[in-house]
């Protein structure tokens, strides 16, 4: 059922406030992909007329240091650059022989084996395929760096929802990336089964979102995951969410944990320090069901203000599920926001230890 349009309380005055506390949302489902928030507004708005306010996010920066990774693994391995991707920059670099050193853009990989590596660009972004992008067969629990799935096509195991595919046109590291086609609102993304998760594990991908971006509010998620959560059964888990502001705000941005289950909706925001700004950006996640944590890293950055650990059997304002159903990485608006939002997805990793944005 579409529910009638209320206004948002989203003001200017908010936005160097990021929220300790949950706060009550309106349904922002697939169903209902032009939903009303609720009378608490979402992710910076005050929730059941209680004030909620804390200290603003710092988001440090991070500097590529030349020689800090690009240690290429095997044959053709050469690692890929990617610049401001926190805790030090792998170089772009190609393999060379023996012990040899490679080179590329700024700075070079150290080669360990032997055989040619892929070239690097004026960006400092590796073309040496899936071991530049660390997606070699085994080294994490699920890994997609798109460079072998056909342009327009999503990769084998996932399916396809909405405008998707790989493209050509834009990507972090290597040829190919997740493209994701302007639309006024809905989902555009790919799903895979999410039993190889278990009950707690780490994630990572690198998006970019091309300018100018609608001139409006909206709510727009970039990875979830579904499941059942400990008190309020099927519920989607938005780990990379991201808020809009309102018209007039450019391309400013906060991020969000936010929950979706069939008797509500709940979440805790950022501050509105965040922009979509055409450059490749890193994001992390950080699940684990047992005690009931959230983190969330922004170019390699923890965001304390959206990250928690409430402890065992401590559920208000998490949920997070002790097994998860399906992963979901691509983009969804839940507002309408014409034209739209074009963007890239590229990296997609997830593993049962921290990967991190090197």
Not at 96 to 102: N, R, T, V, W
Not at 105 to 117: K, L, N, S, V
Not at 128 to 157: N, Q, W
Not at 289 to 307: D, K
Request: net charge negative; with cysteine.
């Amino acid at each position: 059922m579409l529910l009638a349009p209320k206004p948002h309380l989203h003001f200017p005055l908010m936005l160097a406030l990021s929220f300790a506390a949950p706060f009550a949302l309106g349904a922002c489902s697939d169903a209902e992909p032009l939903p009303s928030e609720g009378t608490g507004g979402l992710a910076g708005s005050a929730g059941s007329g209680a004030t909620q306010q804390a200290g603003t996010t710092t988001v440090g920066s991070s500097t590529a240091t030349a020689g800090s990774g690009g240690m290429a693994g095997g044959a053709g391995a050469a690692a890929s650059g990617h610049s401001g991707a926190g805790g030090g920059v792998e170089s772009g670099g190609s393999a060379g022989s023996l012990g040899g050193a490679g080179s590329a853009g700024a700075t070079g990989g150290t080669a360990t084996t032997g055989g040619g590596g892929g070239s690097g660009n004026a960006n400092g972004n590796g073309n040496g395929g899936s071991e530049a992008l660390g997606c070699a067969a085994g080294k994490y629990l699920l890994c997609e760096d798109f460079e072998t799935t056909a342009v327009g096509e999503v990769p084998a195991g996932w399916t396809k929802q909405g405008s998707a595919g790989v493209t050509e046109a834009s990507a972090a590291g290597g040829k190919r990336s997740l493209a994701i086609t302007a639309a006024a609102n809905g989902s555009r993304r790919m799903r895979h089964p999410g039993a190889i998760l278990g009950s707690q594990h780490w994630g990572r991908i690198r998006y970019k979102v091309q300018l100018p971006v609608p001139d409006a509010f909206v709510h727009s998620t970039l990875v979830a995951l579904q499941g059942n959560g400990p008190t309020r059964g099927a519920e989607e888990v938005r780990v990379v969410d991201t808020v809009k502001n309102s018209s007039g705000n450019g391309s400013k941005h906060q991020f969000l944990y936010n929950v979706q289950a069939s008797n509500g909706e709940f979440g805790k925001g950022s501050s509105y320090d965040y922009s979509f700004d055409g450059a490749w950006h890193c994001a992390e996640w950080h699940l684990d069901a047992a005690t009931q944590t959230y983190e969330f890293f922004f170019e390699g950055t923890r965001l304390n203000s959206i990250s928690f650990t409430n402890g065992a059997g401590k559920y208000t304002g998490s949920e997070i599920p002790t097994s998860i159903e399906e992963i979901r990485v691509g983009w969804n608006n839940y507002q309408s926001a014409p034209p739209g939002f074009t963007a890239w997805i590229d990296d997609v990793a997830l593993d049962l230890a921290r990967i991190g944005c090197n």
